[in-house]
């Protein structure tokens, strides 16, 4: 049975990714991967929402609190939420910097505002760098799920049908039937969480119930000390760069910046299923203690109290998480690299060499995931620390016109070196998150080098003063940029 609703609910998804290609525009490489800026508010929502609530939040979360308590989720809850304030001022800046400099990736804003192709480069390299092991997460949370719920699959057939079934996504017709596919992710991973909680509730006879083992180990529900600082930096430092980074390449593809705000107002909603995530973690602690793999609780606690085809849902939200996030990293990966790695490609009429791309990235992760999953997922928190160091150049392009290019490029290696040297000694200065402290030191190199270089800056006002050039809207009193 759970195979079975499964393979339906995974056919099913296939099916729509291919009949919503029909409205599609055939207009080359734009279309894939922006959909020639035109998909509606509501597309965007469950876009972005399709690539913030991931595998990592069906399996991730609960095991995290499973085995590390409260703090790990007052930073993941914290900083999603602390994002979305952040995301309702910077997303629609972020759209109108898109389609200021006809960019369809984060360095073609960057070249498109600075005129430097160094800038570019390393902003594609670090992008490169996260996206990777990004992906692997992304298989190795599907081997997790499907290995846990005992479908009849071994790794191997894991790796390339996921690889197939997010080709077939993207290869239909890019971010649009991506786009409708992430609908109907939402629809099985919000039914499976739920019926998961609401079983939860019913076995422990109410809620106190599923907070017993807290009583327990009062460890479970009090942050203190360091786990309180890394939480804190944490949620500042990835809230900040949370629509800036990776999520951003699919913000150019709404149809408007007012479309980008009405998404970005309703996606909060979604944190009303983290509270039945954390009953399934606290009532997983009392019943299913010392699991050798934390990320399974999830799994574990809905086999032993759900029937055979709650479980088979729960399969398929779970395995559509997944594979939304594989089809949208392949989509930004090919972006980048046939737009800003390899000019050839950029002035392409067809999506031939987009498609290629996007099929040798999930073929190249798909074997890292299999032969060095381990080496892959340990380089996951780095390479998302690395994006961090985005966020000063963005702050150049909305904001703050004095910044430099050639600043701008020392301050991002400044800070990836920081990342790395912090990472790889094992040092959490004050406990507070890595990112952060590179993130600090980045900023200050930028703007003191910003001050001393006189070449590199700007021809061109930053977006959050060209609203009505941009736009075409009323953007009230104009303030000149610093």
């Given at each position: 049975?759970?195979?079975?609703?499964?393979?339906?609910?995974?056919?099913?998804?296939v099916?729509?990714?291919?009949?919503?290609?029909?409205?599609a525009?055939?207009?080359?490489?734009?279309?894939?991967?922006?959909?020639?800026?035109?998909?509606?508010?509501?597309?965007?929502?469950?876009?972005?929402?399709?690539?913030?609530?991931?595998?990592?939040?069906?399996?991730?979360?609960?095991?995290?609190?499973?085995?590390?308590?409260?703090?790990?989720?007052?930073?993941?809850?914290?900083?999603?939420?602390?994002?979305?304030?952040?995301?309702?001022?910077?997303?629609?800046?972020?759209?109108?910097?898109?389609?200021?400099?006809?960019?369809?990736?984060?360095?073609?804003?960057?070249?498109?505002?600075?005129?430097?192709r160094?800038?570019?480069?390393?902003?594609?390299?670090?992008?490169?760098?996260?996206?990777?092991?990004?992906?692997?997460?992304?298989?190795?949370?599907?081997?997790?799920?499907?290995?846990?719920?005992?479908?009849?699959?071994?790794?191997?057939?894991?790796?390339?049908?996921?690889?197939?079934?997010?080709?077939?996504?993207?290869?239909?017709?890019?971010?649009?039937?991506?786009?409708?596919?992430?609908?109907?992710?939402?629809?099985?991973?919000?039914?499976?969480?739920?019926?998961?909680?609401?079983?939860?509730?019913?076995?422990?006879?109410?809620?106190?119930?599923?907070?017993?083992?807290?009583?327990t180990?009062?460890?479970?529900g009090?942050?203190?000390?360091?786990?309180?600082?890394?939480?804190?930096?944490?949620?500042?430092?990835?809230?900040?760069?949370?629509?800036?980074?990776?999520?951003a390449?699919?913000?150019?593809?709404?149809?408007?910046?007012?479309?980008?705000?009405?998404?970005?107002?309703?996606?909060?909603l979604?944190?009303?299923?983290?509270?039945?995530?954390?009953?399934?973690?606290?009532?997983?602690?009392?019943?299913a203690?010392n699991?050798?793999?934390?990320?399974?609780?999830?799994?574990?606690?809905?086999?032993?109290?759900?029937?055979?085809?709650?479980?088979?849902?729960?399969?398929?939200?779970?395995?559509?998480?997944?594979?939304?996030?594989?089809?949208?990293?392949?989509l930004?990966?090919s972006?980048?690299?046939?737009?800003?790695l390899?000019?050839?490609?950029?002035?392409?009429?067809?999506?031939?060499?987009?498609?290629?791309?996007?099929?040798?990235?999930?073929?190249?992760?798909?074997?890292?995931?299999?032969?060095?999953?381990?080496?892959?997922?340990?380089?996951?928190?780095?390479?998302?620390?690395?994006?961090?160091?985005?966020?000063?150049?963005?702050?150049?392009?909305?904001?703050?016109?004095?910044?430099?290019?050639?600043?701008?490029?020392?301050?991002?290696?400044?800070?990836?070196?920081?990342?790395?040297?912090?990472?790889?000694?094992?040092?959490?200065?004050?406990?507070?998150?890595?990112?952060l402290?590179?993130?600090?030191?980045?900023?200050?190199?930028?703007?003191?080098?910003?001050?001393?270089?006189?070449?590199?800056r700007?021809?061109?006002?930053?977006?959050?003063?060209?609203?009505?050039?941009?736009?075409?809207?009323?953007?009230?009193?104009?303030?000149?940029?610093?």
């Amino acid at each position: 049975m759970i195979a079975i609703i499964f393979g339906v609910v995974i056919v099913f998804s296939v099916g729509v990714a291919f009949v919503v290609r029909r409205g599609a525009t055939d207009n080359g490489p734009m279309g894939t991967l922006i959909a020639d800026r035109s998909l509606p508010s509501w597309l965007i929502f469950f876009l972005a929402v399709g690539e913030i609530y991931s595998i990592g939040t069906m399996l991730g979360f609960p095991g995290g609190i499973y085995a590390k308590g409260a703090s790990y989720g007052i930073w993941f809850i914290g900083y999603i939420l602390m994002g979305y304030i952040f995301g309702y001022f910077l997303a629609p800046l972020v759209w109108r910097a898109g389609k200021a400099y006809d960019a369809v990736t984060v360095p073609d804003v960057m070249y498109g505002h600075y005129k430097d192709r160094l800038l570019e480069k390393l902003c594609a390299i670090t992008f490169i760098v996260a996206l990777i092991p990004w992906a692997v997460f992304q298989f190795i949370g599907l081997q997790t799920v499907l290995g846990g719920l005992g479908l009849p699959l071994n790794r191997a057939e894991t790796i390339i049908g996921a690889a197939i079934i997010a080709f077939l996504y993207v290869g239909a017709s890019g971010v649009r039937s991506t786009a409708f596919v992430a609908v109907i992710k939402d629809l099985f991973m919000l039914m499976g969480i739920v019926l998961a909680g609401i079983a939860v509730v019913i076995a422990a006879k109410g809620i106190p119930g599923v907070f017993a083992a807290a009583v327990t180990k009062p460890d479970l529900g009090t942050v203190t000390g360091g786990a309180l600082i890394f939480a804190m930096s944490t949620i500042f430092v990835q809230s900040l760069q949370f629509y800036l980074t990776l999520p951003a390449q699919f913000l150019f593809s709404a149809s408007s910046e007012s479309s980008i705000k009405k998404s970005v107002i309703w996606m909060p909603l979604y944190m009303l299923m983290y509270p039945l995530l954390v009953f399934v973690a606290y009532y997983g602690v009392r019943h299913a203690p010392n699991l050798a793999n934390a990320d399974s609780i999830f799994l574990v606690v809905i086999r032993d109290l759900a029937p055979e085809w709650i479980v088979g849902l729960v399969a398929a939200g779970a395995g559509l998480a997944g594979l939304i996030v594989l089809a949208g990293n392949s989509l930004m990966f090919s972006g980048v690299v046939s737009r800003n790695l390899v000019p050839s490609m950029r002035d392409a009429t067809t999506s031939r060499g987009v498609n290629f791309v996007m099929a040798a990235f999930l073929v190249v992760t798909a074997v890292l995931s299999s032969l060095a999953s381990s080496i892959m997922l340990s380089y996951l928190g780095l390479a998302l620390a690395l994006t961090t160091q985005l966020v000063p150049a963005w702050f150049g392009v909305m904001f703050f016109r004095r910044l430099k290019a050639p600043a701008l490029s020392v301050g991002l290696v400044t800070g990836c070196v920081i990342v790395a040297f912090l990472y790889f000694s094992g040092m959490t200065p004050g406990g507070v998150n890595t990112g952060l402290i590179a993130l600090s030191v980045n900023l200050v190199v930028s703007v003191v080098l910003s001050i001393v270089i006189r070449a590199g800056r700007s021809d061109v006002e930053p977006v959050g003063m060209r609203a009505r050039e941009i736009v075409g809207a009323f953007s009230g009193r104009r303030v000149d940029a610093v």
